[in-house]
C-alpha cells in the first residue's frame, strides 16, 4: 500500500515518509509528503470515509497483513542479531521505522528517553547499561503507532499521508486511556527483551497517578488491550532480536500493578481498538471546523522534527 521515495544517490526506495536514506544516510527531500495542504484534511475526513469506517470491520485477517507490512518496512535490515544486541544493533533495527539520536535540546531531562513524530530521542546522562531498554521502549511507542497508522490505512484503503500520521498521534495522545496502553506495551517489550536491566513500570505508574479521576474498569480494559498489542510488537521485533526472556512471565513485574490484567483474545482486541479509531474519526469527522487548526498543528510539528 505504501508508496516509496526513491534515493537519488544510490536508487534505495525508501519510506514515503522518510527525511533520510536507509541505505546511504543521504538527505531525502520528499516535500510533496510534508505539505499541509487542507484539502487533504477535508478529503481525509469526508461523509464517504466515515460511512466506509462504519462499514468494514477491522479483521484478524486484516490485522495479520497490517504487522506484515510493518515488517516488511524493517526487511531491508532482515536479520536476527544475537541476545543482547548492543546500541548499535538497535538503531539499525530502528533505521527504517524511526531514527535515533540523542537530545541536544535538554528538553526532557527528567527522561532517560522520549519518543516523538517518529524521532526517538536518547538524553546525553541516560547511562549506558540503560540505553539497549531506552531504545527498544521507544521503538515500541513507534510501533504501537505504525500499528494505529496501518489500521487506518487499511480500513480506509488509503496511502499513508501527513494527516494520516497527525491524526494517528492526535488519537494516541488525547485518548488517556490509549496512552496507558501505549505505555503498558512498550514497558511490557522492554522487559520481555532486556529484563535484566528492567527498571520497572515507571512511566505507567507515573501516567496512572497523574489520571486517578479514571475509571479502574476502563482503566483494566486499556491495559488488556497493552498487553494484547505488545504481543504483537514483540512478534515484530523477534524477527530481528533474538528473545532473551529468562524469567516466567507470569513473573512479570506488571503482575505487581493494582489491576487486573489479563491478555485479550483476538477479536477483542480488534474491537477495542476499532472502537477507538472509529469513534475518535468520527469526532473529528463531524467537528472539522474546530478540528483543522489542531491537526494542522499536529502536522507542522511533524514537519519540524522530519525536515
Not at 481525509?44 to 515488517?71: R, V
Not at 515507571?202 to 496512572?208: A, H, P, R
Request: glycine residues 2%; negative net charge.
Amino acid at each position: 500500500m505504501n508508496n516509496k521515495v526513491i534515493c537519488n544517490n544510490c536508487g534505495h526506495e525508501n519510506q514515503i515518509n522518510s527525511n533520510q536514506c536507509s541505505q546511504c544516510e543521504e538527505e531525502l527531500r520528499n516535500y510533496s509528503y510534508f505539505n499541509n495542504n487542507f484539502q487533504d484534511f477535508y478529503k481525509l475526513f469526508s461523509s464517504d470515509n466515515l460511512e466506509l469506517l462504519k462499514k468494514i470491520p477491522l479483521t484478524d485477517t486484516a490485522y495479520d497483513s497490517i504487522l506484515n507490512n510493518i515488517i516488511d518496512i524493517g526487511n531491508e535490515n532482515y536479520q536476527v542479531f544475537p541476545e543482547d544486541p548492543n546500541v548499535q544493533h538497535l538503531i539499525k533495527i530502528s533505521k527504517p521505522y524511526a531514527r535515533v539520536q540523542y537530545d541536544n535540546t535538554n528538553a526532557q531531562l527528567n527522561l532517560f528517553s522520549y519518543y516523538s513524530f517518529n524521532k526517538i530521542f536518547i538524553n546525553r546522562n541516560t547511562p549506558n547499561n540503560m540505553i539497549p531498554g531506552a531504545i527498544i521502549h521507544e521503538l515500541s511507542h513507534h510501533l504501537f503507532n505504525e500499528i494505529i497508522k496501518q489500521s487506518i490505512m487499511h480500513l480506509l484503503n488509503i496511502e499513508k499521508s501527513l494527516y494520516i500520521e497527525s491524526f494517528a498521534w492526535y488519537l494516541t495522545l488525547q485518548n488517556d486511556y490509549l496512552k496507558i496502553a501505549n505505555e503498558f506495551a512498550c514497558h511490557r517489550v522492554q522487559e520481555y527483551f532486556i529484563p535484566e536491566n528492567f527498571t520497572g513500570y515507571t512511566s505507567l505508574i507515573q501516567l496512572l497517578d497523574e489520571n486517578k479521576e479514571l475509571e479502574k474498569e476502563k482503566i483494566e480494559k486499556a491495559l488488556n488491550v497493552g498487553l494484547s498489542v505488545s504481543k504483537d510488537i514483540i512478534f515484530v521485533l523477534e524477527k530481528y532480536i533474538s528473545p532473551t526472556m529468562t524469567i516466567n512471565p507470569e513473573m512479570s513485574e506488571y503482575h505487581k500493578l493494582d489491576y487486573n490484567i489479563q491478555e485479550l483474545d483476538e477479536q477483542n482486541k480488534l474491537n477495542a481498538m476499532y472502537t477507538i479509531i472509529f469513534n475518535t474519526f468520527e469526532f473529528v469527522s463531524n467537528h472539522k471546523r474546530d478540528m483543522l487548526p489542531v491537526l494542522s498543528d499536529l502536522n507542522e510539528n511533524y514537519i519540524r522534527y522530519n525536515i
